[in-house]
């Protein structure tokens, strides 16, 4: 299984960017996907993340700003980032949760490689 991030770049605060992330493989089915992000210096946060139900949860600080979005048919899932400010600079990584694969049908936890955000100010 892969994950491939796409959309990252650099925008002025107050503007907006939509990242996504589109699994392939052999997959059967995908329990949720989402986003974490890393800035220089410190831990990586939980983003947002959604399941294949449609049922979303969202870091704090990206509450009422970010929108996040998935397509289980097409395994992708978006993240709609309006109002960035600078602290949502940082480099954003794909995560797919419960991912089951043929022929084994077993279920594991994968990553994306991360795409960069940056907002200037």
């Known amino acids: 299984v892969q994950l491939q991030a796409s959309g990252g770049g650099l925008v002025q605060a107050g503007g907006s960017l939509r990242i996504s992330c589109t699994a392939s493989?052999?997959?059967?089915?995908?329990?949720?996907m989402g986003w974490y992000r890393q800035a220089p210096g410190k831990q990586r946060e939980l983003v947002a993340r959604?399941?294949?139900?449609?049922?979303?949860d969202y870091g704090d600080s990206v509450k009422g700003r970010f929108t996040i979005s998935m397509d289980n048919a097409k395994n992708t899932v978006a993240l709609q980032m309006n109002s960035l400010e600078p602290e949502d600079t940082g480099v954003y990584y794909c995560?797919?949760?419960?991912?089951?694969?043929?022929?084994?049908?077993?279920?594991?936890?994968?990553w994306g490689q991360g795409t960069q955000v940056t907002v200037s100010s």
């Open positions: 995560k797919g949760w419960n991912i089951q694969t043929r022929p084994l049908f077993t279920g594991r936890d994968f």
């Open positions: 493989g052999t997959i059967v089915s995908i329990n949720s």
């Open positions: 959604i399941s294949n139900g449609g049922s979303a």
